[in-house]
C-alpha cells in the first residue's frame, strides 16, 4: 500500500506520540539526577560534607569515569536485548542509587555514590538515541532527538525549582535539604523506571500501536533510507566504528559542544551566586538559560530536518554560545554575565541534538550506527570528566582526556571562560572539515557510481559495507 505527504507525516506523528513523552521524560530524569549535585551543593552539601578544595570538582568529575567507559558495551547490550527491557532495568538501578544518595554523610561516600551513578546512568543517553534512529530515516532525526534532548534543558530548569522547593525541608527525618534533593528525585526516577516497562516498545516489527499497513510502510521507509544495510549484529561493524576516523572528527566536534553544556549544568548556581545573588536565588535565576536552551533545542532541530542539513547548524550555535561566553569572560556587571549564561546556553543546547542526529546519519548500517553514537557520547563525556576537574597544577595531569575547564577562581572565571571558548572553536573548525569531507567523499561516490554503472538494484552487494557502501550518501 502505498502512502502519500500527508500520510507518511500522519504516520511520522504516531510514532511521535508513542515513542518520544516516554523517552523524554526518561532523559529529564536522567539529566536531573546526575546533575542535581550542583543544587546539592549550593544548598549547603558544600559545608556538610566538608567539601574543601577541589572536592567538588572530584565528586563531580568521576560520575564520568565509568560512565563514558560502559557506553559502547550498553548500546550493544540493547542491540542484543529487548530495548523496553535494557533501559527501564538501567534506570531502576540508578534511580536506586540515586534515593540512596541520600545516606551520603562524607567525602568519601559520595565519590563512590557518584561513581556507581555514572556507571548505571551510562547507557539511557547513547541507548535512546540510538533507540530513536531505529524507527525514523535519517532526515527526520535531528527534531526527534533534539526534542528528546530538550528534555535535559528542561531538567536544568526544573532541578533550580525543585531545589529551591525541597531545600526548605531542612531537618525533617533528620535529614538535610540537600539530601532530600537526592532522595524524592531518586525516587520519582524508580516510579517512571517501573511504568516505562510497560510503555516503551520495541522495533517497528513489533510495534502494536501500528496497523498492518503502517507497520509495513515504516519498515519498508528504513530499509529504503539505509540503502539496504544490514541490521544484524556482528563484531565485524563494531570494528568498521572503531576504525573509522570520521568517527574521531564527530567525537572531537562533539567534546568541544559538550564541555559547555556540563559547565552550564553544573556551575551555572554557583556562577550565578557569584555574580552576587543568594543561594536561593541563584537556584531560581539557573531556569531561564535552560529554558531559553529548551526552546531553541526544538526549533533548530525542526528546522535542520526541514534543510537536511547539520554542519551549519552546528557551526552557527557555536558561535552563538562562543559570543556567549565571551560576554562572561570581558564583563564584570551581573546583569551583562548573566546575559551572557543565557546566550551561552541558548547556542551550544541546541548543537547537541544537530551534531548526535549528524553523526548517527553517516554511520551506515544498525550496528555500527550504535556503536558510532555510543563512542560519540561516551568519549565526549571524557570532557565531561574534564570540565568537573582540570584545573591549575592538575591540569597537567590530564593531557589527552579532553580539555581542562575551572571554576575555581570566582566571581570571574577567566579560565574556565577563556578554556570554553578555545573548544566552542575547536567544533566550529572540525565541523568545516567534516562538512568539506563529507562533500568530497559524496563526490567520489556519484562518480564512482557513474563509471562502473552502480544503481540501487545492486545495493544487496554492498549490505555489509556499511557507510563505505558506493550507494551510501553523507548528509552534509
Known sequence: MEFGPAERARILRKLDWHILPVVSLLYLLSFLDRANVGNAKVAGMSTDLNLIGFRYNIAAAVFFILYSLAEVPSNIALKLFRPSRWIP??????????????????????????????????????????????WYPRGERSMRIAIFFSAATVAGAFGGILAYVIERMEGIGGLHGWQWIFCLEGLATLIVAFTAFFFMYDYPETASFLTESERSFVIDMLKEDSKGLATHYDFQFVLQALKDYKTYVQVGIYIGLLIPVYAIALFSPTIINELGFSAANAQLLSVPPFVAGCICTILVGIYSD??????????????????????????????????????????VYPTIAVDLAWAGSNAGGDMKRGVVIAMVIGLGNLGGYAVSFTSLGVAHKFVGICSSFVYLDPPRFHIGHGAIMGWLALSILLSCFAMWDYRRINKQKEELCRERGITEDRRDEFRDMGDESPLFRYTI
Not at 90 to 106: D, F, H, K, P, Y
Not at 325 to 347: E, K, M, R
Open 89 to 134: 532495568t538501567i534506570m531502576v538501578a540508578w534511580g536506586l542509587v540515586m534515593t540512596l544518595m541520600c545516606l551520603v554523610n562524607s567525602y568519601q561516600g559520595l565519590i563512590v555514590a557518584r561513581i556507581f551513578l555514572g556507571l548505571t546512568e551510562a547507557g539511557l543517553f547513547p541507548g535512546v538515541t540510538y533507540y530513536i534512529s531505529l
Open 306 to 347: 526541514k534543510h537536511k542539513i547539520r554542519g551549519p547548524y552546528v557551526i552557527g550555535g557555536a558561535f552563538v554560545s562562543l559570543v556567549g561566553y565571551i560576554v562572561l569572560y570581558t564583563q564584570s556587571n551581573a546583569s551583562a554575565s548573566y546575559a551572557g549564561t543565557v546566550l551561552a546556553a541558548v547556542g
